[in-house]
């Protein structure tokens, strides 16, 4: 089993005793059968929709403290918590940033000798394993209690990228895309049957229109990476922007219906004048799959 810290990840505490209806009337996953233990992948959304923050989330058990877990990108960790501030209004609910005092640690590769209290199974995708959430100076305990080896964080990267999972800022840009797009829809990250939520109305249109054109999948790479945001083109024709990439797979986000076209027409892609392929042509012939959280 192999573990790295993610130094990109970082922590907030959602308290207080309407903290659980006061979430789940804003992000786009159920709450209300939130338990320690377990997670949830989300977003919260502009009204338009579109992602500012995305997340897995989980609930501390009450030698923790009680509350509710946030892990989420570093660098977005005080404006989320701001915006949740923001929020509030009357709520009896509390919003701290753990940054500082919390980190990551994600395991993957294996089954986990010892499940520590703050540890729980990544929502979106088997394959991504387990995170835990533990202070940084105790990663390597935290590892060698659970029987894994620690790696560099790269290795963590280039394993999500294999699998498919997207990330915010390399792969997609926050507040510019919708969950669709990312893919939430089918890595459990969108409930469609709980009501409201901020920008709930322009995502279940999408998804009972099936209007999302633009989708995240897997690529193979015949050499060289592309930089990220590097246009992806069919002959010459923009069909996408690369992503993120290692070990010659990558992700990136396409507009299916013209890359499907292409593959019809047997018109190979290209971006940075580097050849690259989809990994599964399926991803643009098939139908999406349907996923609820």
């Given at each position: ?14 308290g ?13 996953t159920d ?10 992948f989300?977003a919260?959304?502009?009204p ?13 058990p ?7 877990l ?10 989320l ?11 009896k609910v ?5 940054s ?5 640690l ?35 305990k ?8 620690m ?17 915010g ?9 919708f969950?669709?797009?990312t893919?939430?829809?089918?890595l ?7 009501g409201c ?23 193979v790479?015949?050499g ?24 010659r ?14 593959l019809?027409?047997?018109i ?5 004048g580097l050849?690259?392929?989809l990994?599964d042509?399926d ?6 799959r349907?996923?609820?959280?």
């Open positions: 089993m192999k573990a790295a810290l993610l130094p990109d990840r970082g922590v907030i505490k959602v207080g005793n309407d903290a659980r209806d006061f979430l789940n009337g804003l992000v786009t709450i209300t059968a939130l338990q320690p233990g377990l997670a949830r989300g919260l959304l502009t338009q929709g579109k992602i500012t923050t995305d997340f897995l989330i989980t609930e501390a009450s030698g923790h403290g009680g509350g509710f946030i892990d989420c990108p570093r660098v977005l960790a005080q404006g918590a701001d915006k949740l501030g923001f929020y509030r209004l009357r709520a509390t919003v701290e940033n753990l500082d005092n919390l980190g990551v994600a395991a993957w590769d294996g089954d986990l000798a010892l499940k520590p209290d703050l540890a729980f199974a990544d929502p979106r995708d088997a394959r991504l394993g387990w995170r835990i959430l533990v202070p940084q100076d105790l990663a390597q935290a590892a060698d209690l659970i029987g894994a080896d790696v560099d964080s790269a290795a963590y990267d280039a394993h999500r990228i294999a699998s498919g999972v997207p990330r800022g390399l792969d997609f840009m926050y507040g510019d895309a969950p669709h797009e893919n939430m829809d089918r459990h990250g969108v409930d469609f049957d709980k939520y901020v920008g709930q109305e322009v995502v279940s249109r999408m998804q009972h229109r099936g209007t999302a054109r633009t989708r995240t999948v897997r690529i790479l015949d060289a990476a592309p930089e990220p945001g590097a246009a992806i083109l069919a002959g010459d024709k923009p069909v996408g922007t690369m992503g993120s990439a290692a070990d797979n990558g992700l990136a986000l396409i507009r299916i219906d013209r890359v499907a076209d292409a019809n027409a047997k190979p892609l290209t971006s940075g050849s690259l392929h990994a042509p991803d643009v012939r098939s139908p999406p349907q996923t609820v959280a």
